[in-house]
T-cell receptor, first 114, second 114 residues
Framework: GAVVSQHPSRVICKSGTSVKIECRSL??????MFWYRQFPKQSLMLMAT?????????EQGVEKDKFLINHASLTLSTLTVTSAHPEDSSFYIC??????????FGPGTRLLVL | AQSVTQLDSQVPVFEEAPVELRCNYS??????LFWYVQYPNQGLQLLLK??????LVKGINGFEAEFNKSQTSFHLRKPSVHISDTAEYFC????????????FGKGTRLHILP
């Protein structure tokens, strides 16, 4: 089956630093990837849609200068949380869309900002 | 635009008993339907999907779901649950175009009682 990986799985950083999270589709190409944020005991909140070779489309209320998304290839999208603050602590999940329209999800990245 | 309703936020069920998790959707266009499972501190794993064809869809771990267009439902069932099925289950819907987003329900927590 289609596999999506995320790296790192867990990261702890100091307030003010930037953190980069990678999302890779391992055995298929994905022209569209998505980035989500999940708060405890809640559903996923879509942050942005990432299209290969073009700018990401951000959901309302998501700061594009805060959450930088790059989709440089058909198998890699990155999310950079710039100048992270404690309120950015969360579980970040990416997904990649397969050719049949199914979204396959990564295992998530737990970010803790001290 | 699509929407998904999972009426039950929590469902307790005894081990080896059958379970049904309800999902209703609304959409003005044809859709794809999905069920995902999320174990603690993990990403989402695809259980099953309906893209077209037979309305009864079988997935992994003994789960199945039936697409009912007239009732706009896609309920998830398992004839006999195990303690390992304890998790959060998300129903989701998306349009059939490449750039269509996936819309999630709020999730149903399945509690397996010994």
């Amino acid at each position: 089956g289609a596999v999506v990986s995320q790296h790192p799985s867990r990261v702890i950083c100091k307030s003010g630093t930037s953190v980069k999270i990678e999302c890779r589709s391992l055995d298929f190409q994905a022209t569209t990837m998505f980035w989500y944020r999940q708060f405890p005991k809640q559903s996923l909140m879509l942050m942005a849609t990432s299209n290969e070779g073009s700018k990401a489309t951000y959901e309302q209320g998501v700061e594009k200068d805060k959450f930088l998304i790059n989709h440089a290839s058909l198998t890699l999208s990155t999310l950079t949380v710039t100048s992270a603050h404690p309120e950015d602590s969360s579980f970040y999940i990416c997904s990649a869309k397969g050719g049949d329209g199914t979204q396959y999800f990564g295992p998530g990245t737990r970010l803790l900002v001290l | 635009a699509q929407s998904v309703t999972q009426l039950d936020s929590q469902v307790p069920v005894f081990e080896e008993a059958p379970v049904e998790l309800r999902c209703n959707y609304s959409s003005s266009v044809s859709v794809y339907l999905f069920w995902y499972v999320q174990y603690p501190n993990q990403g989402l794993q695809l259980l099953l999907k309906y893209l077209s064809g037979s309305t009864l869809v079988k997935g992994i771990n003994g789960f199945e779901a039936e697409f009912n267009k007239s009732q706009t439902s896609f309920h998830l069932r398992k004839p006999s649950v195990h303690i390992s099925d304890t998790a959060e289950y998300f129903c989701a819907v998306s349009g059939r175009n490449r750039d269509d987003k996936i819309i999630f329900g709020k999730g149903t927590r399945l509690h397996i009682l010994p």
